[in-house]
């Protein structure tokens, strides 16, 4: 229902954190001046200590990372106000407004947002906001440098595979492309099923019974259904619309009707509101479909395949005519993905059950009936269907004649990573830097930053 990673939420903020020292009783000073714009060691431990959290490690001294990537970012912001690039204030206020959503739930309203930071709300949106602004012009600045790379001719894809090690070449994994033809089962049925389960538990909490241990016995919620279907203190916009407009829309200690959302049915009881925000319980009940659901649509698709190996009818026709997924029926039953329309999926685009049906086929063979899921809601809700692999493409070496696309784009990502590089160099150079010699031993990426150190005193 939502997401609570509290790390990878403000992996892009900046925590209280202890204060370090260094030699000399060092506590914190500015560490380096990119230009007018200066770095803190409190700023480059918040954000080392941000990515431990998050179980973050790496090879290199993470500090020696962080400060680079700090004073690069620094580089882009600076050339992007040069530039007179604005920032996108529906964007920004957009990211704001989710990192704040998403803060307020994770640690249960402003007063313990203001409590973990030791600063009031509006002072953590002013920082914030200044934070994506200058993400903001500095990612345009990027894409800039990026999108000024000259387009790539096919004499550049070609003068590439000539020239590049075949180690580099990019591999290209095994590809899908796969028709199926599905039916579901008794929707109206099952939800009918659930609702009648879901208004005897209603009333049961009516005449007396704990919300709390109904949820915890019949909710098939489990992050919430072990807290006796406690969400806890949490903004609206992290819930489904249905969902968070029934809660606001009831007073503490009532009981909603039955609430439909894409995770499936609930009740709810509204603990506490307190703006946008509410603590609430609830019960989740999901339809369930029995083995004569199955059975009886097994039969219906093992009758259609058998009618299709046997040649009397095409498998195309089979799913215009049998299909119920309209995303597909029309289409001969063939499969695209739905995130980029390409007919072709690899291994981890695929539902496990669908891999698991087509794994051990030959092209142009058809699985056995299988139960799946489709692309809708959260989880997905159960399909049975089979499955025809239409055709293999075995993983392999990209080449000019078969994977001119995908050696075209490796191309442009390189040329556009040689411009961004060759920015950065040529602006560690022009531009006034000081690094505090506190990280001589750093080995930064780019080499020219070792010419901006102070002379230690």
């Not at 005897?200 to 109904?214: H, M, P, Q, W, Y």
Request: charged share 30%.
């Amino acid at each position: 229902m939502r997401n609570l990673a509290l790390a990878a939420i403000l992996l892009g903020s900046t925590l209280p954190c202890p204060a370090q020292k260094y030699g000399g009783g060092l506590i914190d000073k500015t560490v380096a001046v990119v230009g007018n714009e200066m770095i803190s060691l409190a700023d480059i431990e918040s954000q080392a200590q941000m990515m431990r959290a998050q179980g973050v490690y790496s090879d290199r001294n993470m500090r020696c990372e962080q400060l680079e990537s700090m004073m690069t970012s620094k580089l882009f912001l600076m050339q992007a106000r040069l530039d007179s690039l604005t920032v996108n204030d529906n964007m920004v206020e957009a990211q704001l407004s989710g990192r704040l959503d998403e803060i307020r739930t994770a640690l249960g309203g402003d007063d313990k947002v203001a409590d973990y930071f030791g600063k009031p709300i509006y002072k953590l949106r002013q920082e914030w906001k200044k934070q994506l602004e200058e993400m903001s012009l500095t990612q345009q600045e990027q894409s800039n440098i990026a999108s000024a790379v000259p387009e790539i001719t096919p004499f550049d894809v070609r003068q590439y595979i000539d020239t590049v090690d075949l180690s580099q070449l990019p591999t290209v994994p095994i590809k899908y492309q796969i028709s199926q033809i599905c039916i579901y089962p008794d929707r109206e049925a099952a939800a009918m099923a659930v609702k009648e389960k879901l208004l005897d538990l209603r009333e049961r909490i009516l005449n007396g019974e704990k919300f709390s241990t109904l949820a915890r016995i019949y909710s098939e919620d489990p992050g919430s259904a072990r807290k006796g279907g406690e969400l806890g203190m949490a903004s609206k916009s992290i819930f489904w619309p249905a969902f968070s407009d029934a809660a606001m829309a009831l007073k503490p200690g009532l009981i909603s009707q039955i609430v439909e959302t894409p995770d499936g049915f609930h009740i709810i009881e509204v603990l506490e509101k307190k703006g946008d925000m509410f603590n609430a319980r609830h019960i989740l009940l999901k339809p369930q479909y029995t083995q004569e659901d199955q059975d009886k649509a097994f039969h219906t698709l093992d009758s259609i395949r058998t009618e299709i190996n046997n040649k009397a009818l095409s498998f195309e026709l089979a799913a215009r005519f049998y299909s119920e997924d309209p995303a597909t029926k029309t289409n001969g039953g063939q499969m695209a993905d739905p995130n980029t329309g390409s007919a072709y999926f690899e291994i981890d685009q695929l539902k496990p059950a669908d891999y698991l049906a087509i794994k051990d086929l030959k092209e142009g063979e058809i699985s056995e009936p299988i139960a799946s899921l489709d692309n809708e809601g959260r989880d997905g809700n159960l399909v049975y269907k089979i499955v025809r692999l239409d055709k293999i493409i075995p993983s392999h070496t990209a080449t000019y004649m078969n994977d001119f696309t995908e050696l075209s784009e490796q191309v442009v990502r390189d040329r556009q990573n040689e411009a961004i590089e060759k920015f950065v160099d040529e602006k560690i150079k022009s531009t006034y830097i000081v690094i505090d010699p506190l990280f001589k031993d750093c080995d930064f990426t780019h080499k020219a930053w070792a010419t901006k150190f102070r002379e230690e005193e």
